[in-house]
């Protein structure tokens, strides 16, 4: 007795322990879920805001090259042109001819590099207005050398005057030309490379805002994450919370009610108020109901409790369906004749064995038989129909009732342990919710599976499909042949 308490209170504790796990395994799953929706979304964001930088950090480098280098490289060109200039003036102030040769040579090598360098402009050049400002310089960078060609040779000749008179009358006005289109060239760069900044500005202040934009979404989407994360943690703690309190109260109630049955009926027979054997046959067999209603519901806990931790090993034997129908009949018998049913049995004549225990097959069937009678409302009729699917080589085996139905909403739930419809509850019909999730679990565990249909108000139908034996398999094959020997015989 001790030990059946004990595994009783074990039975109950590991219950608990499942509803509890589902729901943490709800919640942990749920977060684990968000989490990675977070980061996924958060590198997506991140990889957007940085490929972002990237376009203006390369406009910004795109600007660099063409208006900072072509700045400078206008800047260059002038210093040589004013480098040519000043060594020719310097050769015109000065009567030493070594001077004079010297200053006239330091003024062609300085020539050379603005004429390369004119060239190199040229060549990168690439708007209509760039190259004819080139083509410009070219041509008056080619008269002032030839103007200064002539007043160096005066110089060298001794013609100090007549150098002095050529410079002034065509190699300053050829220089200010020279000068005046380096400038223009220069003002050119500085327009477009405003009109650059101002385009990497733009650029960049989008991207700031894109930037703020994706921060702001990320920081909102984590929040809303985390908001979620802890409102599912929450709604599955409430949802356990529910679900223990319901477990208790059913279970307490489903015990209690027949406890307290029992016991007032045997207080009657001490205090002596049954005083017929009559009275007492009546009292005997409220107390033996009521006990073996007690008995159902702890092994029906034991059983799930065992199904849960996959202790029970289900020993496979090749078995007859009459065999377990029997059993059930004849546990449920008592219940059929006391509600007044009528039950409808059929099992096809070429019905092959199953592949199962017996002992938990029948439960298994009983179970959804019982619930046939529970929630059969005001019609009293039961059937259990059993046939051969040779498509999935399966025996079928149906309950069906024609009682209150079952919402469709509520199909998908009605196998989770536990869960109860609400409709039912109302209705003060007693149950634990283990039934179905325990019938399920047996068919599973002999590689079948339970179905339903049903519609409210009409009745429903379960189907349990089994395996069928492999020796039954074998027996229906030979049978086959010896039929179609026999026949081609004759
Ligand atoms: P219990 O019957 O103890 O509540 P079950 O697991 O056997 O637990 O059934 C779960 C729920 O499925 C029931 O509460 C009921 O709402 C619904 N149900 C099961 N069988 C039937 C049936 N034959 N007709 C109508 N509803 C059913």
Same mark, same amino acid.
């Given at each position: ?55 203006? $950090? ?37 009567? $030493? ?7 006239? $040579? ?250 199962? $225990? ?133």
């Amino acid at each position: 007795m001790f030990l059946r308490n004990y595994a009783v209170s074990k039975a109950l504790d590991s219950l608990l322990g499942f509803a509890r796990t589902q729901g943490q395994r709800l919640s942990k799953y749920g977060s684990l879920f968000l989490t990675i929706v977070v980061c996924i979304v958060a590198l997506g964001l991140g990889i957007f805001a940085v490929g972002d930088l990237q376009v203006v $950090d390369l406009q910004a480098q795109q600007m660099y090259a063409v208006s900072v280098l072509g700045l400078r490289h206008i800047g260059e060109l002038q210093y040589e042109a004013q480098e040519t200039r000043r060594s020719t003036l310097y050769a015109l102030t000065t009567n $030493d001819s070594n001077r004079q040769l010297e200053y006239a $040579d330091q003024s062609r090598a300085a020539d050379r590099h603005v004429t390369e360098g004119i060239a190199e402009y040229l060549k990168q050049a690439g708007i209509p207005q760039e190259i004819a400002m080139g083509h410009n310089l070219e041509a008056d960078w080619a008269d002032y050398l030839k103007i200064r060609d002539e007043v160096l040779a005066s110089i060298l000749e001794g013609s100090a005057k007549e150098a002095v008179d050529l410079d002034l009358k065509g190699g300053v006005p050829s220089f200010d030309r020279v000068r005046q289109d380096l400038d223009s060239i220069k003002r050119l760069y500085d327009e477009r490379a405003a009109q650059q900044l101002a385009l990497v500005d733009t650029s960049s202040r989008r991207s700031i805002y894109r930037l703020i934009t994706v921060l702001t979404l990320t920081i909102s989407f984590a929040c809303i994450s985390i908001w979620l994360v802890q409102r599912s943690r929450l709604a599955a703690a409430l949802q356990l919370a529910r679900l223990q309190m319901d477990f208790v109260a059913s279970i307490s109630h489903e015990l209690r009610t027949p406890l307290s049955v029992i016991r007032s009926a045997a207080e009657n027979i001490c205090d002596g108020i049954v005083d017929n054997a009559e009275q007492l046959t009546g009292y005997g067999s409220m107390i033996r109901n009521q006990t073996r209603q007690v008995t159902d519901l702890v092994n029906q806990i034991l059983l799930f409790a065992a199904t849960r931790q996959r202790k029970q090993a289900y020993a496979l034997t090749s078995v007859p369906f009459s065999q377990v129908l029997d059993s059930v009949t004849e546990n449920i018998s008592e219940l059929l004749r006391d509600g007044g049913f009528v039950l409808e049995q059929h099992i096809d004549p070429d019905l092959p064995e199953l592949l199962a $225990d017996p002992a938990a097959l029948t439960q298994c069937l009983q179970n959804l038989v019982v619930n046939a009678i529970k929630y059969s409302g005001s019609s009293k009729w039961i059937g259990i129909f059993a046939s051969h699917s040779t498509s999935e080589n399966k025996v079928l085996i149906r309950v069906q009732d024609r009682g209150i139905g079952i919402a469709h909403s509520e199909l998908k739930r009605i196998f989770e342990p536990f869960y109860r419809s609400p409709a039912v509850s109302a209705a003060q019909i007693h149950g634990t919710g283990l039934g179905l999730a325990l019938a399920r679990n047996i068919a599973q565990a002999m590689a079948g599976d339970i179905l339903v249909q049903s519609e409210l108000q009409s009745g429903s139908i379960f189907t349990i499909q089994i395996p069928v034996s492999p020796e039954s398999q074998l027996r229906v094959r030979a049978k086959g042949f010896t039929t179609k020997a026999s026949s081609t015989s004759k």
